[in-house]
């Protein structure tokens, strides 16, 4: 019995050292960010997944900006999935209307919220904006097959915003990462989807994000806000 007894509490002691293990595994393996400066370090998020700054900074205050042209990039999983499907043409075409969809949302997005002035050139403002649209995954297909076949989704996908907040000269004053997806349909039911409503969905998906840094930028006093 005492035999017994010895041989269970020292299985149970081992079961619990693997399981410790494999937590502390399981935590340290968190995804890699794709980091604009090496040496940029967390900071308070707001409602973004996360924020980073050069140690001890915050971001300066600025009232002239330059966006960008975004990128976009398609996630891993589309690329594989439709891999049959898709040609480059049609990703040439995704990449160019979600990079104006971006555009648009962050343009109109500020101006509503902010007084910010959008220069036509880097050299012309005070910060530069790099927005990139990471891992975009539409749900629905967004292709130029032959045919009509009908796709029913509860949402439209998911995409990460990244946004990096530079100088004229380059440097790296901050960056913005979200990972989300777009809302669900009504009621979560399936709803017809076609180029139109990833669209509309999408769109909804980045005036969000825009929201989400006016309020950002506003709370900290960093840009001025817009007059009502």
Do not use: K
Request: aromatic share 10%.
């Amino acid at each position: 019995m005492v035999t017994d007894q010895f041989t269970a509490g020292r299985y149970g002691r081992r079961l619990f050292y693997a399981l410790a293990a494999l937590i502390l595994a399981g935590c340290s393996q968190q995804p890699l960010l794709p980091l604009a400066s090496s040496e940029l370090t967390p900071v308070e998020p707001g409602n973004f997944d996360h924020v980073l700054m050069p140690p001890g900074e915050r971001l300066p205050q600025f009232s002239r900006v330059y966006i960008e042209a975004p990128e976009v990039s398609m996630s891993d999983y589309w690329l594989r999935d439709r891999r049959t499907d898709y040609t480059e043409r049609d990703l040439d075409r995704i990449r160019e209307d979600y990079g104006e969809l971006l555009t648009e949302a962050l343009r109109q997005g500020l101006e509503r919220e902010t007084q910010l002035v959008f220069t036509d050139t880097p050299e012309e403002a005070e910060v530069v904006f790099r927005p990139t649209l990471r891992a975009l995954n539409i749900y629905a297909p967004d292709l130029s097959r032959p045919g009509f076949i009908r796709h029913y989704t509860r949402e439209a996908g998911n995409a990460t915003f990244d946004l990096v907040v530079l100088t004229p000269a380059g440097e790296v004053l901050g960056q913005f990462i979200d990972h989300r997806e777009t809302q669900s349909y009504h009621g979560r039911s399936l709803e017809w989807t076609n180029r139109v409503t990833n669209y509309h969905h999408f769109s909804r998906l980045m005036d969000r994000w825009t929201r989400n840094l006016s309020t950002y930028l506003l709370i900290g006093g960093v840009v001025p806000a817009a007059e009502f």
